[in-house]
């Protein structure tokens, strides 16, 4: 047991990490996965990419035209503006029509979007612009040479990267894909993260509550968070607060996991057991950070397994998730990573903060009347208090070395994403 604990005095306040030096020594103990697996392109929605992909064909694969029409040769369109010329129709091209016959001199065809350009053609002109009596078209010299034509290639050319290696795929790229014919797609395998909550008190849905007792929510949260970043996930359950039934837990999950995530259990009170347990499977690398919400956070391993032994509060769960777990599993999926997307916003209110640690509280972000991004605070800010995450469409960042907000300065957001 921790000599503090021992001594039932508080923790040294000078020991936690900044905030900035816990993530990079997150990101350090990270190696990211390299296994690979080939999946159906449907499945591949989300998934990164582990190689590059080479385009076998031009996209569109011919030339064809852009709008519907009539297709012309440029040099039979009037020199001059108020000019006209009548052109013979003689054929036509739809899109899926096959190969349509070539156009002379004074000649034009009918043609759809995405239909081939007939050979002799190299101008379509829309019909809205022309007027056709007795199969002869009457062009008038405001058309522009070469127009309303895609060329072969033009998106994406044969021999070129259509999408590189650690790219996580958009819809766009499962179109673009389709678009190259491609069946299956060759993407990393995902992370598999277990978590499980610690604590006597937590009791389960559907289960009757004594005094005293109060509900697991954070294995929902966390279930919902690791499902948005799509990584293989695994509930573990409740966990008592006794070190044996941690260490069993924690001993059985450890294999064949890539990440385990625990809540609760993290602090100085006598049935915080997470650290000790940790400590004798594997080892700490660090437990406590200069932020708020989320001080106590126990981050090491077991055996190849990453650790994250997150604190109880519900808040702090969801902001340590999102500030040190997710960029960690980020790294660890093996794709391209991202910063934080920080914006600056007005503060609408007075905030209060000392120096020393980085804050997390829960905004909503919205515009002014000058079109200016502003922020308030989502209500009371407690870290049990988990409607203020509920209600919030951003986090405002508050950095180690900064003091209280005045209304009106400008301070960092970051807003919540698709993922959050
Ligand atoms: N003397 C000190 N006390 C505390 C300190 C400190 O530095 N010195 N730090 C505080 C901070 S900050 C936090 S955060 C918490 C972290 O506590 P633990 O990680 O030990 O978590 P617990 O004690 O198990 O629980 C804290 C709180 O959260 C509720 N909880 C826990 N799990 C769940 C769950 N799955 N669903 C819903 N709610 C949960 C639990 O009932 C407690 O109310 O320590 C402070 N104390
Ligand atoms: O770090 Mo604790 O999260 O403030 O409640
Ligand atoms: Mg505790």
Same mark, same amino acid.
């Given at each position: #047991?921790?000599?503090?604990?021992?001594? =039932?005095?508080? +923790?040294?306040?000078?020991d936690a $990490?900044?905030?900035? +030096?816990?993530?990079?020594?997150i990101?350090?103990?990270?190696?990211?996965l390299?296994?690979?697996e080939r999946?159906?392109l449907?499945?591949? @929605?989300?998934?990164?990419?582990?190689?590059?992909?080479?385009?076998?064909?031009?996209?569109?694969?011919h030339?064809n035209?852009? #709008?519907?029409?009539?297709?012309l040769?440029?040099?039979?369109l009037?020199?001059?503006a /108020?000019?006209?010329?009548?052109?013979? @129709?003689?054929?036509?091209?739809?899109?899926? =029509?096959?190969?349509p016959?070539?156009?002379?001199p004074? /000649?034009?065809?009918?043609?759809?979007?995405?239909? $081939?350009?007939?050979?002799?053609?190299? !101008?379509?002109?829309?019909? /809205? +612009?022309?007027?056709?009596?007795?199969?002869?078209?009457?062009?008038?010299?405001?058309?522009r040479?070469?127009?309303?034509?895609r060329? +072969?290639?033009?998106d994406?050319?044969?021999?070129?990267?259509?999408l590189t290696g650690?790219h996580?795929l958009?819809?766009?790229?499962?179109?673009?894909?389709?678009?190259?014919?491609?069946?299956?797609?060759?993407?990393?395998r995902?992370?598999?993260?277990?978590f499980?909550?610690? =604590?006597?008190?937590?009791?389960?849905l559907?289960?009757?509550?004594?005094?005293?007792?109060?509900?697991?929510?954070?294995?929902?949260?966390?279930?919902g968070?690791?499902?948005?970043?799509?990584?293989d996930?695994?509930? $573990?359950g409740?966990?008592?607060?006794?070190?044996?039934?941690?260490?069993?837990?924690?001993?059985?999950?450890a294999?064949g996991?890539?990440?385990?995530i625990?809540?609760?259990?993290?602090s100085?009170g006598?049935?915080?057991? !997470?650290r000790?347990?940790?400590? !004798? $499977?594997?080892?700490?690398?660090f437990?406590?950070?200069?932020m708020r919400p989320?001080?106590?956070?126990?981050?090491?391993?077991?055996?190849g397994?990453?650790?994250?032994?997150?604190?109880?509060?519900?808040?702090?769960? #969801?902001?340590?998730f999102?500030?040190l777990?997710?960029?960690?599993?980020g790294?660890?999926?093996?794709?391209?990573?991202?910063?934080?997307?920080r914006?600056?916003a007005r503060?609408?209110?007075?905030?209060?903060?000392?120096?020393?640690?980085?804050?997390?509280l829960? =905004?909503?972000l919205?515009q002014?009347?000058?079109?200016?991004?502003c922020?308030?605070?989502?209500?009371p800010q407690?870290?049990?208090i988990?409607?203020?995450m509920?209600?919030?469409?951003?986090?405002i960042v508050?950095?180690?070395?900064?003091g209280?907000?005045?209304?009106?300065?400008?301070?960092?957001? /970051?807003?919540?994403?698709?993922c959050?």
């Amino acid at each position: #047991m921790n000599a503090h604990r021992e001594a =039932g005095c508080q +923790a040294p306040r000078d020991d936690a $990490l900044p905030f900035d +030096a816990a993530l990079a020594r997150i990101i350090d103990a990270i190696r990211p996965l390299a296994d690979r697996e080939r999946v159906p392109l449907r499945a591949a @929605l989300g998934r990164i990419l582990a190689v590059d992909v080479i385009s076998g064909v031009d996209v569109p694969p011919h030339d064809n035209s852009a #709008m519907d029409g009539y297709a012309l040769r440029a040099e039979d369109l009037p020199a001059q503006a /108020e000019r006209s010329v009548a052109l013979r @129709l003689v054929g036509q091209s739809l899109a899926g =029509g096959g190969r349509p016959a070539a156009i002379g001199p004074g /000649e034009c065809a009918r043609i759809t979007t995405g239909a $081939l350009i007939p050979p002799g053609a190299d !101008t379509v002109v829309v019909q /809205e +612009a022309v007027s056709v009596t007795d199969a002869r078209v009457t062009v008038s010299g405001t058309q522009r040479p070469g127009q309303n034509i895609r060329r +072969a290639g033009e998106d994406l050319a044969r021999g070129t990267a259509a999408l590189t290696g650690g790219h996580r795929l958009s819809p766009a790229d499962l179109g673009l894909l389709a678009s190259l014919g491609c069946v299956e797609v060759e993407v990393l395998r995902r992370p598999r993260v277990a978590f499980l909550s610690t =604590g006597d008190e937590l009791r389960g849905l559907g289960q009757p509550l004594a005094e005293g007792e109060i509900r697991d929510s954070n294995r929902y949260a966390l279930f919902g968070a690791l499902a948005r970043l799509g990584v293989d996930a695994y509930d $573990l359950g409740t966990v008592a607060d006794r070190p044996e039934a941690l260490r069993a837990t924690l001993a059985r999950a450890a294999d064949g996991h890539d990440v385990i995530i625990s809540t609760g259990g993290v602090s100085v009170g006598d049935a915080d057991h !997470t650290r000790d347990v940790l400590a !004798t $499977l594997g080892g700490i690398d660090f437990w406590r950070i200069a932020m708020r919400p989320g001080r106590p956070l126990a981050f090491g391993h077991i055996g190849g397994t990453l650790f994250f032994g997150l604190p109880g509060n519900p808040v702090a769960v #969801m902001t340590s998730f999102y500030q040190l777990v997710r960029p960690a599993l980020g790294r660890l999926a093996g794709g391209h990573t991202h910063g934080p997307r920080r914006l600056r916003a007005r503060a609408l209110e007075a905030i209060g903060k000392r120096p020393g640690r980085t804050e997390f509280l829960r =905004g909503i972000l919205q515009q002014d009347i000058n079109g200016e991004p502003c922020v308030r605070l989502t209500g009371p800010q407690g870290s049990g208090i988990l409607r203020s995450m509920s209600l919030a469409n951003c986090f405002i960042v508050l950095g180690h070395a900064s003091g209280p907000v005045e209304p009106g300065q400008w301070i960092d957001v /970051e807003p919540f994403d698709d993922c959050m």
